[in-house]
T-cell receptor, first 114, second 112 residues
Framework: DAGVIQSPRHEVTEMGQEVTLRCKPI?????LFWYRQTMMRGLELLIY????????DSGMPEDRFSAKMPNASFSTLKIQPSEPRDSAVYFC????????????FGDGTRLSIL | DQQVKQNSPSLSVQEGRISILNCDYT??????FLWYKKYPAEGPTFLIS?????DKNEDGRFTVFLNKSAKHLSLHIVPSQPGDSAVYFC???????????FGTGTRLQVFP
């Protein structure tokens, strides 16, 4: 079975550039989550969607971050403009809404902003 | 404010012995708890969970204990194996949301 698929796996770009991270959730899952992992703060939830609708974006750091889910099989996390402090590993996860089924994570995108 | 805390950043255990990883939480509204394991360059993978109506859940070598009065849970791995070496994250959830709050993780190293 295909798991959560994230692309790219690695991204290195210069400060000020736009960065777009992509995620394909597990087929049939209707909740999608974006996380950021840093050494200092661990795994932080940025935003999550239920049935393609954003439910909680309280973890989005600032207006430079935006996320969309145009359909049930695709989501993007965009940073514009990017800054060095955005360097982190970004994970996408999916699950069945409202169940005690666990969230399934992708392998992440390692983002480096120079 | 860190609602889920893993105060030990690392733990080293000999193969065959018990590994005990601890997690504390502050929000009494949490009613579901999970442990995830993470290898380098991979995403976290679900290990075991427990509902607040239970105080113990066991799955093979892995057992999670929940002490609601102390707001504390622990993961026991018996016997520990070198393949268990990974970072372990504790997570908590409130019943009316899908949102998970993660701890900062404990790196477990199991040596021969």
């Amino acid at each position: 079975d295909a798991g959560v698929i994230q692309s790219p796996r690695h991204e290195v770009t210069e400060m000020g550039q736009e960065v777009t991270l992509r995620c394909k959730p597990i087929s049939g899952h209707n909740s999608l989550f974006w996380y950021r992992q840093t050494m200092m703060r661990g795994l932080e939830l940025l935003i999550y969607f239920n049935n393609n609708v954003p439910i909680d974006d309280s973890g989005m750091p600032e207006d430079r971050f935006s996320a969309k889910m145009p359909n049930a099989s695709f989501s993007t996390l965009k940073i514009q403009p990017s800054e060095p402090r955005d360097s982190a590993v970004y994970f996408c996860a999916s699950s069945l809404q409202g169940s005690n089924q666990p969230q399934h994570f992708g392998d992440g995108t390692r983002l480096s902003i120079l | 404010d860190q609602q889920v805390k893993q105060n030990s950043p690392s733990l080293s255990v000999q193969e065959g012995r018990i590994s005990i990883l601890n997690c504390d939480y502050t929000n009494s509204m949490f009613d579901y708890f999970l442990w995830y394991k993470k290898y380098p360059a991979e995403g976290p993978t679900f290990l075991i969970s427990i509902s607040s109506i239970k105080d113990k859940n066991e799955d093979g070598r892995f057992t999670v204990f929940l002490n609601k009065s102390a707001k504390h849970l622990s993961l026991h791995i018996v016997p520990s194996q070198p393949g268990d070496s990974a970072v372990y994250f504790c997570a908590a959830r409130r019943g009316n949301t899908d949102k998970l709050i993660f701890g900062t993780g404990t790196r477990l190293q199991v040596f021969p």
